[in-house]
């Protein structure tokens, strides 16, 4: 079982940069792939990025490439999504997730574990 904790959301202007960080309980964090999903009001959650358990298999969807980036640290349980170059359409509730089989894949069903989120907001 992993727990998991975002922090790092808030208001930012467009243009601007935000870091997010999940903590992940629990030793088996480190088998784990990590994701970023994010949910805009109105709409379905979708897929961000996604991390295998060694950081070295990343996906990004394609209107992030280039602009967000995710990382771990799996010695302190964390895993990161720096965000820059925000626009608006950027404005959601992000959240983290695990996939205890490590598939690295971008499906939402496949994820196990969910943060509660944490709000991105991006002005004009």
């Known amino acids: 079982q992993v727990q998991l904790v975002e922090s790092g959301g808030g208001l930012v202007q467009a243009g601007g940069s935000l870091e997010l960080s999940c903590a992940a309980s629990?030793?088996?964090?480190?088998?784990?792939?990590m994701g970023w999903f994010r949910q805009a009001p109105t709409k379905e959650r979708e897929f961000v990025a996604a991390l295998s358990w060694n950081g070295g298999i990343t996906y990004y969807t394609d209107s992030v490439k280039g602009r967000f980036t995710i990382s771990r640290d799996n010695g302190k349980n964390k895993v990161y999504l720096q965000m820059n170059s925000l626009n608006p359409v950027d404005t959601a509730v992000y959240y983290c997730?695990?996939?205890?089989?490590?598939?690295?894949?971008?499906?939402?069903?496949?994820?196990?574990?969910w943060g509660q989120g944490t709000q991105v907001t991006v002005s004009s």
């Open positions: 629990g030793r088996t964090f480190v088998t784990y792939t």
């Open positions: 997730a695990a996939d205890r089989f490590n598939r690295v894949v971008t499906t939402r069903r496949a994820y196990d574990f």
